[in-house]
C-alpha cells in the first residue's frame, strides 16, 4: 500500500479526463490520472490492419466540425478525411432503390424541428405512420436506435431533436475520420499532460472515493490511497451506474440524476479481407431483416464494418465465435456470395464487444423521455469536491459524442479551479 497526495485526482483517462487532466495542469494544480486500463483513451480505441489502415473499435467518426476536437487534432498534427456518404441498399448483392432511405431521412430531419410534448421516439414514430410508408419509418427506428445506440421505447425524442439539430448547426450533415487512427488523438494529449506534470496510474482501478475531513480519498483496487482537495470522475456511465455504491458511498443524491440517463449498447465488428468483395464507390450499405441491416467501409479498403444493436430478447453478450458467424453468414447474404468465398478471404476480424468490458461500461449514453435535464443536472451535482466529466454529462446537448466529452472535462477542470484557484 503507498499514499500520494495531489491537488486533484482524474478517475478515468477518455478524453473527458485527459483534457479535465490538461486543463487543470495548466493552471498549475498538481494531478494524478487514474486508469483501469493500460492504456489511455478509453473509448476511443484503435486497431491497424498489416498495411498500417487504421481500424476504429470505438469512437470513429467526428460528427461535423467541432472547434474543440479540431482544436486538438491541430496540435497534434493529425488530420481529418472527409467519410464516403455515398449510399447502396442490397439484397443478395442486388442494389435496391432507396426511397425508404430518403424518405426516413426526411422523417429525421422533421425531428430536428420537433418542439411538442416529449414522447418515447417510438410513439413519436408511430404518430407518423398514417404520412410515410412503413419502409421510411422502419429506417427511421434503425436510425434512431443505431444512431444513438439507444432503444426506440426508452430514448427521449427531445433529446433526439436537440442532438441532431446540434449537430446539425455544426455541419453535422458530414462525418469525418481522423487519417492516422484516432486513438493518436488522446495519446497526444496524455504526452501534453505528461509534459504539463500530470501522473498517470494506468493498470489501476478506482475502487472508493470518499468525503473526509480534509478533502477527497481515492482507493485503488491495488490498495494504494490517493489523498486530494478535489476528484474529478470521468468514468462511463455504466461503470458509474454499476458500482455506485462502492464507488461514491457518499453520494447518495447521485441515484435520481444516474437513473435518468441510459448506456446504449451496440456491436461494433469489422471484418478485413484479402480483398474487398463489396461496390467499390460506396460508403455505406444497407440492408433488410434479419441480416445485419447497416455497413460502412472507405474508399479503397478491404475492411467493412457492421453496427448492430442486440435483440431485445438477447440475455448474453454475443461470444467471439458467435460475432464471427453472425458477421460472416450475414456478409455474405448482403453481397449475395458464397459464405466459403468470404471466409476463404478473411485475414482478420477486429471488434470490442463495449457492452461487455466493464473498464469501459457500455456504449455511449443517451437520455430517457422526460428527462431532458438529467445531464446538466449530473455535472451540477453538489457534492464537496467531487465532479462529474464524461460524454454522458456534456454541457448541452452533446452527449455522447467525443467533442462533448471533451466539453465536459473542461467545464468540471473549471468548476475545480474555481474552488481551489490555481496559478493562471
Not at 88 to 100: C, F, I, K, S
Not at 135 to 155: L, P, S, T, V
Not at 244 to 266: K, N, Y
Request: proline share 5%; net charge negative.
Amino acid at each position: 500500500m503507498s499514499a500520494q497526495h495531489v491537488d486533484v485526482v482524474v478517475a478515468g483517462a477518455g478524453v473527458a479526463g485527459l483534457q479535465a487532466a490538461n486543463t487543470l495542469a495548466e493552471h498549475g494544480l498538481s494531478v494524478t490520472v487514474v486508469e483501469a486500463s493500460d492504456r489511455v483513451g478509453g473509448r476511443i480505441h484503435t486497431a491497424y490492419t498489416a498495411s498500417g489502415e487504421p481500424v476504429e473499435l470505438g469512437a470513429e467518426f467526428v460528427h461535423g466540425r467541432q472547434p474543440r476536437t479540431l482544436a486538438w487534432l491541430e496540435r497534434a498534427s493529425l488530420s481529418l478525411v472527409q467519410a464516403d456518404d455515398r449510399i447502396v441498399w442490397l439484397a443478395g448483392g442486388q442494389p435496391q432503390p432507396l426511397d425508404a432511405v430518403l424518405e426516413g431521412y426526411g422523417i429525421i430531419e422533421g425531428i430536428s424541428a420537433y418542439e411538442g410534448a416529449d414522447v418515447p421516439a417510438s410513439d413519436y414514430l408511430d404518430a407518423l405512420a398514417t404520412q410515410y410508408s412503413p419502409a421510411a419509418i422502419q429506417f427511421a427506428r434503425r436510425y434512431i436506435e443505431g444512431f444513438n445506440a439507444a432503444r426506440q421505447e426508452k430514448i427521449s425524442t427531445l433529446w433526439v431533436a436537440k442532438t441532431e439539430a446540434e449537430l446539425d448547426a455544426n455541419g453535422g450533415e458530414h462525418n469525418y475520420r481522423v487519417m492516422q487512427g484516432y486513438e493518436r488523438l488522446p495519446r497526444f494529449m496524455a504526452e501534453e499532460a505528461r509534459r504539463l506534470g500530470v501522473t498517470f496510474r494506468l493498470g489501476q482501478s478506482v475502487s472508493t472515493i470518499l468525503l473526509t475531513g480534509d478533502g477527497i480519498e481515492v482507493h485503488t483496487a491495488a490498495g494504494d490511497i490517493l489523498t486530494a482537495s478535489a476528484c474529478v470522475v470521468a468514468l462511463p456511465l455504466a461503470t458509474i451506474q454499476k458500482h455506485q455504491s462502492r464507488l461514491l458511498p457518499h453520494a447518495h443524491m447521485l441515484t435520481d440524476a444516474l437513473a435518468s440517463l441510459e448506456p446504449g449498447f451496440t456491436y461494433k465488428v469489422s471484418l478485413e479481407f484479402q480483398v474487398p468483395h463489396w461496390p467499390a464507390d460506396v460508403g455505406y450499405i444497407f440492408s433488410s431483416p434479419p441480416d445485419i441491416q447497416t455497413w460502412w467501409t472507405r474508399p479503397g479498403s478491404s475492411v467493412i464494418t457492421a453496427w448492430f444493436p442486440p435483440e431485445p430478447a438477447e440475455q448474453t453478450p454475443f461470444t467471439i465465435p458467435q460475432l464471427r458467424e453472425k458477421t460472416l453468414a450475414s456478409l455474405a447474404s448482403v453481397l449475395g456470395i458464397a459464405r466459403h468465398t468470404l471466409e476463404s478471404t478473411l485475414v482478420a476480424m477486429h471488434q470490442k464487444v463495449w457492452h461487455g468490458a466493464d473498464e469501459f461500461g457500455l456504449a455511449y449514453s443517451y437520455v430517457r423521455v422526460h428527462q431532458l435535464a438529467a445531464p446538466a443536472r449530473l455535472a451540477a451535482l453538489n457534492l464537496p469536491g467531487i465532479y462529474f466529466a464524461g460524454e454522458h454529462c456534456a454541457p448541452g446537448y452533446a452527449q455522447g459524442t467525443v467533442h462533448g466529452a471533451l466539453a465536459s472535462g473542461e467545464a468540471a477542470a473549471e468548476r475545480v479551479i474555481h474552488r481551489l484557484g490555481g496559478t493562471h
